[in-house]
C-alpha cells in the first residue's frame, strides 16, 4: 500500500513489526526481501515520488570548507528512491583487502571477511540490475577482450578487474508499484522521522515520532526499528535525539558523525604513447543483456600491503576539457554546454575555473572543425542515454591529440577529526541542521601519490609511452574539486566493540536492542569502491536477518488493510 502521511489523521499510532526509515537504495532493498516475509512493514520516505523544493531543503546545512565539500542539500535527494534517482549506476564490490585489519591503517577491519557478503553481493547484483555477478573480464566475456593499452605490462596493476553499470535504476521508480501492492507494506510518502522514543534504559525504541512539513505528527510503535536515511541523515538524527542519551542514540563515547569519508578522487596527468596507432580499449564493453561494463588499473593487494597504501583504481580519460588544444569538437561541445548539466555531473567536469575568450573561441573552433564527429556523436549520444533503457554511463572519447588523463578513485582513512555535527539553526521541521567538517589526511594523499608514481614507472618501463603530472601540485590538483560528493561513508561505524563502533556486525546500534542502521554509514573503511552494491548487500543481509530473528520471536497478528 502506498499513502501519503499527510491524509492520515493528525496523532495517528501505526503499528507494525518492522518500521523502515528512509525508502532510498537501502531502505527499499530491506523493504523488498521482506515482502511474503508474513511480517508487517511500513517505509517511511521523507519526500514524495518527485523531486520537491520543500523536502530538498531539509537538507539543507553547512559546511566547514566549501572549498572541500559541497553543501549538504546537493549529491543528495530527499525523495522515494533517495539518490538512486541520480546515481551513475557503477556497481563494484569491495575488495577481499578492504575487509582486513591493515597493521598500516588504524580503524581498519570490518566484524567480517567479505565472504560473508557473498551471497547478499548476487542479489544486491540483480536489485541493482547489473548482470552476472561477475567482476573480472574472464568471467563475464567468452572470449577474450583486446589490452586497455597494448603492451602495458605491471607486477602492481591489474586490468582485469572489472566495473559494471546499473541501468542506471532509480529505485523508487522500478520498485514502486511491487512495494505498492505488497499486502504487508505500508509505504508513507512525506513521512519524516524526526524523533526516537526510548525506554527510560534506553536500550529499547519505543515509538517513531513523524512529521510532515504541514504539521501534522503521528507515531510508529514496531517491534524493530531501521535507520536507512542515507550516511549523513542517520548522524543527524541519532545527533539530534537527546531525551534518554544526553549525547545522543549510540552516542555515548562520542562517536556518532566521526570517520566520516568519502573519496579521494580526480583526473590528473598526460599519458602519451609513443605508438600514434596503437589502439586504446579504455571504453564500455557490452557484456549479456547489454550491461556496460568497463575495465580499470586497480592496485594489487600485495602492493597496497608492501607499501602500506590504500587502495586505488584508475581509467583512463579525456584530457580536462577546459582547455580546447585537446582539439576535440566533442570535448569542446561538452564544454560549451557544461551550464546544461546537473551540479553534481558538472562539477568535476570543468574544474569551474572561468574561460577566456580565446579559450571560448578555441572551443567553438574546435566544434566547427569537427562538425560530422560532433553531429554523430550528439546522435549517438541521445539514442543510448535518452532513448536506451539501459543508458550509456558516460562519454568516452578518442581524443584527437592523442593524450589521455587519468580519472582515479581512492579509499580514505578513517579519523575522529573527519566528521559531520548539528549547527545551531533548524529546519522546517525544528531539527538541528547538519555542519560537514570533511577532512583528508596525509595518507590520503601518499596513497595516491605512491599509485600514480607506480602508474609512470610501469608505462615506461613497457616502453609504450609516458605518463607525466606535476607532483608537487598533486595535493592542490587532487583537491581541487574536494570530496567525492554522493559517497557519504563511516559516520556510524561497524565493529565488535563499542569502545570503537556505533553499531555491531549485524547493523544493530550497541546498546538499543531494537535499532538497525542501513547504509555506508557503517562502513568502518571505504574502499575504492562506488558505495551502493554493498550498501544494498548489507541491506539484504540485515533483512535476512530481521526475518530470521523476528519471525521466530512470535508469529505476526496484525493486517495492514489491502
Ligand atoms: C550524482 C551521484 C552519482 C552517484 N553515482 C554512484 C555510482 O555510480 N555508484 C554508486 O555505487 N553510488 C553512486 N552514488 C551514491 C548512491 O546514490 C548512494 O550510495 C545510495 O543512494 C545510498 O542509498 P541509501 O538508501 O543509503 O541513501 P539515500 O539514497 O540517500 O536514501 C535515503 C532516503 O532517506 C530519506 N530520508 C532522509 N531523511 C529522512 C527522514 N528524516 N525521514 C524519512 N525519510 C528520510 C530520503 O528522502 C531518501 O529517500 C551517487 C550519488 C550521487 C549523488
Redesign the pocket.
Given at each position: 500500500m502506498l499513502q501519503d502521511a499527510r491524509d492520515l489523521t493528525d496523532g495517528q499510532l501505526l503499528e507494525a513489526d518492522i518500521c523502515i526509515?528512509?525508502?532510498?537504495?537501502?531502505?527499499?532493498a530491506i523493504a523488498l526481501e521482506l515482502l511474503d516475509s508474513g511480517l508487517e512493514v511500513i517505509l517511511?520516505?521523507?519526500?514524495g515520488l518527485k523531486e520537491e523544493r520543500a523536502?530538498q531543503a531539509?537538507y539543507t546545512g553547512t559546511v566547514a570548507d566549501a572549498q572541500l565539500h559541497s553543501p549538504p542539500d546537493r549529491?543528495?535527494?530527499?525523495?522515494?528512491?533517495?539518490?538512486?534517482t541520480?546515481?551513475?549506476?557503477?556497481?563494484?564490490p569491495f575488495d577481499d583487502i578492504d575487509f582486513e585489519e591493515r597493521p598500516y591503517l588504524p580503524g581498519s577491519g570490518w566484524p567480517f571477511a567479505r565472504a560473508a557478503l557473498e551471497p547478499y553481493y548476487r542479489r544486491a547484483n540483480e536489485l541493482c540490475e547489473a548482470g552476472q555477478f561477475a567482476y573480472t573480464a574472464d568471467e563475464a566475456f567468452a572470449s577474450p577482450l583486446p589490452p586497455v593499452v597494448p603492451g602495458f605490462a605491471s607486477a602492481d596493476y591489474s586490468t582485469h578487474q572489472l566495473e559494471r553499470f546499473s541501468c542506471?535504476t532509480n529505485f523508487g521508480q522500478r520498485y514502486r508499484r511491487r512495494l505498492a501492492s505488497a499486502r504487508n507494506l505500508r509505504v508513507l510518502l512525506h513521512?519524516?522521522?524526526?524523533q526516537l522514543s526510548l525506554n527510560e534504559a534506553g536500550t529499547r525504541v519505543t515509538e517513531v515520532g513523524l512529521r510532515t512539513l504541514e504539521g501534522k505528527t503521528c507515531r510508529v510503535h514496531a517491534r524493530h526499528h531501521v535507520l536507512?536515511?542515507?550516511?549523513l541523515?542517520v548522524a543527524r538524527?541519532l545527533l539530534a535525539n537527546r531525551d534518554t542519551h544526553r549525547e545522543g542514540i549510540g552516542n555515548d563515547r562520542d562517536l556518532v558523525g566521526r570517520n566520516y569519508m568519502c573519496h579521494i578522487a580526480g583526473t590528473v596527468g598526460t599519458l602519451e604513447l609513443s605508438d600514434p596507432a596503437a589502439v586504446i580499449s579504455h571504453g564500455y564493453d557490452l557484456a549479456e543483456g547489454g550491461v556496460y561494463c568497463r575495465r580499470r588499473f586497480a592496485l594489487n593487494a600485495a602492493t597496497q600491503r608492501r607499501l602500506g597504501i590504500g587502495n586505488f583504481i584508475a581509467r583512463l580519460h579525456h584530457p580536462r576539457i577546459t582547455d580546447p588544444q585537446h582539439d576535440t569538437g566533442i570535448l569542446s561541445l561538452l564544454y560549451l554546454a557544461k551550464d546544461f548539466i546537473?551540479y553534481?555531473?558538472a562539477k568535476r567536469l570543468h574544474g569551474g575555473e572561468p574561460a577566456t575568450w580565446r579559450q571560448w573561441l578555441g572551443h567553438v573552433g574546435n566544434v566547427c572543425a569537427d562538425p560530422a564527429d560532433t553531429a554523430g556523436f550528439l546522435w549517438n549520444w541521445y539514442r543510448r542515454r535518452h532513448l536506451a533503457t539501459r543508458k550509456l554511463p558516460s562519454i568516452v572519447v578518442w581524443p584527437r591529440a592523442r593524450r589521455f588523463s587519468l580519472d582515479f578513485h581512492s579509499e580514505q582513512q578513517p579519523q575522529a577529526a573527519s566528521r559531520v555535527r548539528l549547527n545551531e539553526q533548524r529546519d522546517a521541521l525544528g531539527m538541528p541542521q547538519l555542519h560537514v567538517d570533511w577532512r583528508y589526511t596525509p595518507w590520503d594523499i601518499h596513497t595516491v601519490r605512491c599509485s600514480l608514481a607506480l602508474f609512470a614507472r610501469d608505462i615506461r618501463n613497457s616502453g609504450i609511452g609516458t605518463f607525466t603530472y606535476d607532483a608537487a601540485e598533486l595535493e592542490a590538483e587532487i583537491l581541487r574539486d574536494g570530496a567525492y560528493?554522493?559517497?557519504h561513508i563511516g559516520t556510524t561505524r561497524m565493529g565488535d566493540d563499542p569502545r570503537t563502533s556505533v553499531v555491531n556486525a549485524d547493523g544493530r546500534v550497541h546498546g538499543v536492542g531494537n535499532l538497525s542502521i542501513?547504509?555506508?554509514a557503517t562502513f568502518p573503511t571505504s574502499s575504492q569502491?562506488?558505495?551502493?552494491?554493498t550498501?544494498v548487500a548489507l541491506a539484504v543481509r540485515l533483512a535476512a536477518h530481521l526475518k530470521q530473528q523476528l519471525q521466530a520471536n512470535c508469529p505476526v497478528v496484525r493486517n495492514v488493510p489491502a
Open positions: 526509515a528512509g525508502a532510498g537504495a537501502a531502505g527499499i517511511l520516505e521523507s519526500g523536502s531539509l549529491y543528495r535527494q530527499r525523495r522515494l528512491g533517495g539518490s538512486t541520480l546515481w551513475g549506476g557503477r556497481c563494484v542506471p513521512a519524516n522521522i524526526v536507512a536515511l542515507g550516511g541523515e538524527i546537473p553534481e555531473y560528493g554522493g559517497h542501513a547504509g555506508s569502491a562506488n558505495p551502493t552494491l550498501v
